[in-house]
C-alpha cells in the first residue's frame, strides 16, 4: 500500500511539472504570434523605463556622493591642520573614512536600484568568517596599524630601522606604513608586523651618540692622540660640550692599538658630524705625528 502512494505522488508531480513547462511553452509562442508593436510598448513602459530612472539617479547619486566624500575628507584634512594635529592621523583617518563612506555610498546606490540590501547585509554577514580567514593578515595589519596610531611608538618624519629596512616614515595607512629610505625608495612595511616586531627608532631622543674607531700604530704617544682627538671635536660647534667628548683605549689589536672616541649631538646632525670629524682624523693626526697602522706580521727566522 506504502509502495503505491508513493507512485501516486511520483506521478502527480509529474504531471504538475510538465503542466508548468507548458504553461510556459504557450506564453512563448503566445509572445511570437503578437506582433512586437503590441508588447514592445507594454515592456518599455512596465520595466526598461522605471529601470532608466533609477540608474540614471543612481548615476547622480554617485556623482553627488563622491563629491560630498572629497569635501568631507578635506574638511577633516584642514581640522587636522588647524588643530595642529599630528601628521601621523592625517594618511590614516583619511584613508579610513574615505573607506567607510565609500561603503556607505555603494550601499544606498544598491538599495536605489532596487536591490534587497537586508538580503546583502545578511549575505556579507554570513560570509564574514570565510573572508576574515582568507584576509587574516589584511585584518592583522588593520589591527596594527590602529595600534600604531594608538601607542604612538613612532610618527612621520621619525628615521626608523625595522624588517631590515631603514629610512623616514612619509605616511602611515590604514594597512601600510610608507618609509623612504636614504637613497630614496619608497618601501611599503605591513602594519601587522611592524607592530609586533623589533624597531629602532633614531629621531626619537633630541641628542644621539657618535662612535669612531681610531686605530693608531704601536709605538705612537697615545695621550698624544687623544689629546690631537679632543681638539678635532672642540673645532666642531654641532658637537655638545655635555655630555663631554670620551677618549679611550679600547682594544690592543694584532697591528694597532684601538681608540674609542665618543661625542654627542643633535639627532638632525648625526651622519653630518659623523663624516665631517672622520675627515679631519685622516688629515689632522698624521701632522701630528700619530701614524695610521697597516696590518703586519712579523717573521722570526732562527
Known amino acids: 500500500m506504502l509502495e503505491n502512494d508513493t507512485l501516486k505522488e511520483q506521478v502527480s508531480e509529474t504531471l504538475q511539472d510538465t503542466s508548468t513547462v507548458s504553461a510556459m511553452m504557450d506564453t512563448f509562442e503566445k509572445i511570437k504570434e503578437t506582433p512586437v508593436n503590441e508588447w514592445l510598448p507594454e515592456l518599455v513602459k512596465q520595466y526598461l ?8 539617479v543612481a548615476i547622480v547619486v554617485l556623482i ?21 594635529a599630528d601628521a601621523t ?5 583619511s584613508n579610513l573614512i574615505s573607506i567607510v563612506l565609500n561603503f556607505i555610498l555603494i550601499v544606498l546606490i544598491i538599495s536605489i536600484l532596487g536591490i534587497n540590501t537586508s538580503s546583502l547585509v545578511a549575505l556579507l554577514a554570513s560570509a564574514g568568517l570565510a573572508v576574515g580567514m582568507a584576509l587574516s593578515g589584511t ?3 588593520f589591527a596594527g596599524g590602529v595600534i600604531i596610531i594608538m601607542f604612538r611608538p613612532f610618527k612621520v618624519g621619525d628615521f626608523i630601522s625595522a624588517q631590515g629596512q631603514e629610512g623616514v616614515v612619509k605616511e602611515i595607512q590604514i594597512f601600510n606604513t610608507i618609509v623612504l629610505t636614504p637613497d630614496n625608495k619608497v618601501i611599503h612595511i605591513p602594519n601587522g608586523i611592524l607592530s609586533t616586531g623589533v624597531m629602532t627608532i633614531f629621531t626619537k631622543e633630541e641628542t644621539r651618540r657618535v662612535d669612531w674607531t681610531v686605530s693608531i700604530s704601536y709605538g705612537d704617544d697615545v695621550d698624544q692622540a687623544r689629546a690631537a682627538l679632543q681638539r678635532i671635536c672642540a673645532k666642531d660647534q654641532r658637537i655638545l660640550a655635555e655630555p663631554a667628548v670620551f677618549v679611550a683605549v679600547e682594544k690592543l689589536n694584532s697591528s694597532s692599538v684601538d681608540l674609542r672616541l665618543r661625542a654627542w649631538v643633535k639627532s638632525a646632525d648625526y651622519w653630518p658630524v659623523f663624516f665631517a670629524i672622520n675627515e679631519e682624523i685622516y688629515k689632522v693626526l698624521p701632522q701630528e705625528g700619530i701614524h695610521f697602522p697597516f696590518p703586519q706580521m712579523d717573521v722570526h727566522l732562527s
Open 49 to 56: 523605463v522605471p529601470l532608466g530612472i533609477k540608474l540614471a
Open 139 to 141: 585584518l592583522q595589519n
Open 89 to 93: 592621523l592625517h594618511g590614516f583617518f
Open 64 to 84: 553627488i556622493g563622491r563629491w560630498i566624500i572629497k569635501l568631507i575628507k578635506k574638511w577633516m584634512a584642514n581640522g587636522l591642520a588647524k588643530k595642529h
